[in-house]
C-alpha cells in the first residue's frame, strides 16, 4: 500500500502533530524503521521537511512519539470501570480493543514493529508502553474483590500477564493478516486465554 501525499491546509498545532502521526504510523506499519525516510513523511503529509523539524527533532524522537501515541490510545481504550468485576468487563473491553485495532492496523503494527527498530530510545518507549498495559491489568485485578483470592502468587501473576498480553498481540496481527476468524470469534479465544492464565495454582 502507498501512502498518499495530502493537501496542504492550515491546521492547529495539534492537528498538525496529529497529521505527521498518523503518516507515520501508515509508513512505520508498511516498512522496517531503517527504510522509513523522514522527509517521505514531510512529502506526504505536504509540509516542508523544516515544519516536521521543529516538531521532532530527528526520526528516532517521531517514530517514538508514534509509539508513545498508540500506547496512550490502548491504555485509554482497556481502562477498567471501577467497581465492575473484572470477569464482567472483559468480553466488552476486548471487543473494544479488537475495533480499535481494525480501524487502526497502521499505528498498532507500528506500535508493535517498535521492538525491533534497534534504535533504544525507540524500544524504550515501547516497552514502557507494554509495562503500562501490564500495570493496568494488574491494577484491575487488584480491586476486583471476586477473583483477589484465586489469583497466582504475584511473581506468577506478573507473568501469566505479561504472557497474555504476548499472546494479545500474535493473535492481533495474525488477525489482521488473515481475517480467518471473526472479532466475536478472537475476542472469546483472547478471554478464555486470559481467564485461563489467570487461574490459581493447582
Not at 491546509?9 to 495539534?14: L, N
Not at 505536504?46 to 521532532?56: A, E, K, M, N, P
Not at 509495562?131 to 476486583?144: F, H, S, T, V
Request: hydrophobic share 45%; net charge neutral; glycine share 8%.
Amino acid at each position: 500500500m502507498t501512502a498518499e501525499r495530502t493537501t496542504r491546509r492550515r491546521m492547529s498545532t495539534e492537528q498538525r502533530r496529529e497529521q505527521l502521526l498518523s503518516v507515520g504510523a501508515k509508513l512505520f506499519a508498511q516498512s522496517p524503521y531503517g527504510d522509513v525516510w523522514i522527509e517521505r513523511v514531510a512529502e506526504i503529509a505536504g509540509v516542508s521537511r523544516g515544519l516536521l523539524y521543529h516538531y521532532f527533532p530527528n526520526k528516532r524522537d517521531f517514530f517514538a512519539a508514534v509509539v508513545r501515541r498508540e500506547s496512550e490510545r490502548m491504555l485509554r481504550l482497556t481502562a477498567a470501570t471501577p467497581g465492575i468485576p473484572v470477569r464482567e468487563q472483559l468480553g466488552a473491553g476486548l471487543d473494544t480493543f479488537l475495533g480499535y485495532v481494525a480501524a487502526h492496523a497502521e499505528g498498532f503494527r507500528a506500535f508493535h514493529r517498535a521492538e525491533s527498530a534497534g534504535d533504544p530510545a525507540v524500544r524504550t518507549a515501547y516497552r514502557d508502553g507494554l509495562a503500562a498495559q501490564e500495570q493496568q491489568i494488574l491494577a484491575a485485578l487488584a480491586a476486583d474483590p471476586e477473583i483477589t483470592g484465586r489469583l497466582p502468587e504475584p511473581a506468577a501473576l506478573r507473568l501469566a500477564v505479561r504472557g497474555w498480553l504476548a499472546f494479545l498481540v500474535a493473535v492481533c496481527l495474525d488477525w489482521l493478516d488473515e481475517q480467518e476468524l471473526t472479532r466475536e470469534q478472537v475476542r472469546d479465544l483472547c478471554a478464555r486465554a486470559l481467564l485461563g492464565a489467570l487461574a490459581g495454582q493447582p
